[in-house]
């Protein structure tokens, strides 16, 4: 188990998308203070620094944005981004704190891919599969195996939150230099 980092950033705005929250919606690019249950201040900064800009919520993800991440975090609650991320399919226990919203909860390779891979299908979660058929050495099929799907995330939230992720690579923190 590692800490996904950034990776993570996706189920939190998807959970955003879910609560009803546009991609349109504008944060201030700023370090925000989030007061903790126990009364700490946790203020997450940005290692590109902050614009003092308005930012969309789509461009809080494009852009890799913690201090965006963590507004849009304490905006849906920490429930909900943990019920986002297992719904993808997440498995392992998630601490329900905000600097969740920036993948501190360790997590396997195995389950962040399959999660990304629910997101992928629009939605429909499948269990990793390893072996899909067993055949003798002429080729003859002895058994298979398959893998119902199950929908786990609305199509359409889910084919939104693959647009907003595609400007990653298109125009954000996933370009070539």
Do not use: C
């Not at 852009?63 to 963590?70: D, E, G, L, V």
């Not at 997101?119 to 072996?131: H, I, M, Q, T």
């Not at 298979?144 to 298109?170: C, H, K, S, W």
């Amino acid at each position: 188990r590692r800490q996904p980092g950034s990776t993570f950033k996706p189920f939190v705005y998807g959970a955003a998308l879910q609560r009803g929250i546009s991609t349109e919606h504008r944060y201030l690019d700023a370090e925000v203070d989030i007061v903790l249950p126990d009364g700490k201040v946790w203020r997450p900064s940005d290692s590109s620094g902050t614009s003092g800009a308005m930012l969309t919520l789509r461009d809080g993800l494009v852009q890799s944005k913690n201090t965006i991440t963590a507004q849009v975090m304490n905006e849906v609650g920490v429930d909900a981004v943990v019920a986002f991320a297992q719904a993808a399919g997440v498995r392992s226990k998630l601490d329900p704190v905000p600097s969740l919203a920036l993948g501190t909860s360790p997590v396997t390779l195995l389950e962040m891919t399959n999660s990304y891979a629910t997101l992928a299908a629009l939605g429909e979660r499948r269990e990793p599969l390893l072996v899909t058929s067993i055949a003798e050495r002429d080729g003859r099929t002895i058994a298979t195996f398959e893998n119902p799907g199950e929908r786990a995330i609305d199509p359409a939230l889910a084919a939104r939150l693959v647009d907003v992720m595609r400007g990653v690579p298109q125009s954000g923190t996933g370009t070539l230099v």
